[in-house]
């Protein structure tokens, strides 16, 4: 397996959902929203998932699966896909990175590295 994210760029997006939160008992959970371009001339699959996530005390876990969301999308040449999903922390700011697994019909499987991101309730970082 390669690592080629060339082809492939990805963008995050995050938010804090309060209403499902519960400070008092160490549950921030944050919503992220994944955009996957595909920015090359064949169609990719994208195969897996790997999330490595931080909260603010340095505690890391991990998470593999396959697809997202329960889904496995083809992404045409120059379209994108883009799903939303969650996370809870035991703290009020943490990190996400990871990479997806995506696969090409004649070029076999790659990585396409997810950019570090911040998970944090609105005003804590000025």
Same mark, same amino acid.
């Given at each position: *397996?390669?690592?080629?994210?060339?082809? @492939?760029?990805? $963008?995050?997006?995050?938010k804090? @959902? $309060?209403?499902?939160?519960?400070? $008092?008992?160490?549950?921030f959970?944050?919503?992220?929203?994944?955009? @996957?371009?595909?920015?090359?001339?064949?169609?990719?699959?994208? +195969?897996?998932?790997?999330? %490595?996530?931080?909260?603010?005390?340095?505690q890391?876990?991990?998470? %593999?699966?396959?697809?997202?969301?329960? +889904?496995?999308?083809?992404?045409?040449? +120059?379209?994108?896909?883009?799903? !939303?999903?969650?996370? *809870?922390l035991?703290?009020?700011m943490?990190? *996400?990175?990871?990479?997806?697994? *995506?696969? !090409?019909?004649?070029?076999?499987?790659?990585?396409?590295?997810?950019? @570090?991101?911040r /998970?944090?309730?609105?005003? /804590?970082?000025?």
């Open positions: *397996m390669t690592t080629q994210s060339s082809s @492939i760029n990805i $963008e995050v997006t995050t804090y @959902i $309060e209403e499902q939160s519960s400070p $008092e008992e160490e549950k959970l944050f919503s992220y929203t994944v955009k @996957i371009t595909n920015l090359g001339n064949k169609d990719v699959t994208l +195969k897996s998932r790997y999330w %490595h996530i931080t909260d603010g005390d340095g890391h876990h991990e998470v %593999h699966g396959d697809g997202v969301i329960g +889904k496995t999308p083809t992404i045409k040449p +120059k379209a994108a896909y883009q799903y !939303t999903s969650g996370t *809870m035991k703290t009020p943490g990190f *996400m990175t990871g990479h997806y697994n *995506m696969l !090409t019909h004649d070029e076999g499987e790659f990585k396409a590295i997810i950019p @570090i991101f /998970l944090a309730i609105p005003g /804590l970082i000025h």
